[in-house]
């Protein structure tokens, strides 16, 4: 499966982004999908996952409350992380990436993803 972000840019702590990730070549319906992140000088680290059958989310403790990430309503290939109160902490590159169905420990992990996008830049600015 091939995959393809976007949706990020500057914006002012407070704001709010839409990021959008577009898979191509396979169906979702047997994948797990995740958001991560990867800021200048760190390592990539995990944002949000979603199980694409029954829609289970998983967050990272950082971004509970304030990010979301949901699968496309009209069931194309899309999923979503919704970006709300952002924080200067949160700039970074933002991945999707997209794994067969992994034990639910496994989907913060980012070994156990092996189709990820290009990345999109994510910058607040304080």
């Known amino acids: 499966v091939q995959l393809q972000a976007s949706g990020g840019g500057l914006v002012q702590a407070g704001g709010s982004l839409r990021l959008s990730c577009i898979a191509s070549?396979?169906?979702?319906?047997?994948?797990?999908m995740g958001w991560f992140r990867q800021a200048p000088g760190k390592e990539r680290e995990f944002a949000a996952a979603i199980r694409w059958r029954g829609g289970t989310t998983v967050y990272a403790d950082s971004v509970k409350g304030r990010l979301t990430i949901s699968r496309d309503n009209n069931n194309r290939n899309i999923i979503y992380l919704q970006m709300n109160m952002l924080k200067p902490d949160d700039t970074a590159v933002y991945y999707c990436?997209?794994?067969?169905?992994?034990?639910?420990?496994?989907?913060?992990?980012?070994?156990?993803?092996?189709?990820w996008g290009q990345g999109t830049l994510v910058t607040v600015s304080s």
């Open positions: 070549g396979r169906t979702l319906r047997d994948y797990d």
């Open positions: 990436a997209a794994t067969p169905r992994v034990a639910l420990s496994g989907l913060a992990e980012v070994f156990s993803y092996g189709n």
